[in-house]
């Protein structure tokens, strides 16, 4: 594993044995993820990795890196081709921090503006306002609280992230929705693929 992210993943597994609050833990490791998308040897090893989402069939994958055997927290990667979008989708109850290291993507936040009456109901519907849109470069990093609402799409050029999550997504239910009709569709969200991350 690089250099780098094995420094990474032993400072996260400090923070998570002494701090228990999660919005804290992700507020002392989301500079971790800031300086590790700075390393050199990460950006190269990172042009090999494959694309192999299909956003039309709803199909989505991860790279993962990293699983803890302790903290179960994970370092993943979404490879997105240029004109890609990733569905209208939120995490369900999993705690996410999206670092870009590179390319550039549009990034759009919404909300419900119904009251669902629970975040992981059997609701088919849901009214959304989107709250807020913007373009991300190369170091940026989104702090994604469970069922934040949200979509990438990307420009002229592949974008390569590098996601931390408090757990492996692809085993339960997170939802996906129709952003002109609010329909929400669950599914399990991203296929997880086994990568050796080294240079």
Excluded: C
């Excluded at 833990?25 to 950006?43: G, H, V």
């Amino acid at each position: 594993m690089l250099t780098a992210v094995e420094d990474f993943i032993q400072k996260v597994r400090e923070i998570y044995g002494r701090v228990d609050d999660m919005e804290e833990r992700f507020a002392e490791i989301r500079p971790l993820l800031q300086d590790l998308l700075k390393d050199k040897e990460l950006m190269e090893a990172s042009k090999a990795w494959p694309f192999r989402n299909e956003p039309e069939k709803g199909y989505i994958e991860n790279l993962l890196f990293y699983e803890d055997p302790d903290h179960k927290f994970v370092l993943n990667s979404l490879l997105k081709k240029p004109h890609e979008s990733t569905p209208v989708h939120d995490h369900a109850h999993t705690w996410t921090l999206y670092g870009v290291l590179r390319g550039t993507e549009k990034v759009i936040r919404f909300e419900r503006t119904d009251t669902p009456e629970a975040k992981d109901s059997d609701d088919e519907y849901a009214d959304l306002k989107k709250i807020s849109e913007h373009e991300v470069t190369p170091g940026y990093i989104d702090f994604v609280r469970p069922y934040d609402i949200h979509v990438e799409h990307t420009g002229e050029e592949p974008v390569v992230g590098v996601i931390f999550r408090d757990q492996r997504v692809g085993g339960f239910l997170q939802n996906y929705y129709d952003a002109d009709t609010g329909k929400i569709n669950k599914t399990k969200g991203p296929v997880q693929i086994p990568y050796e991350l080294d240079s």
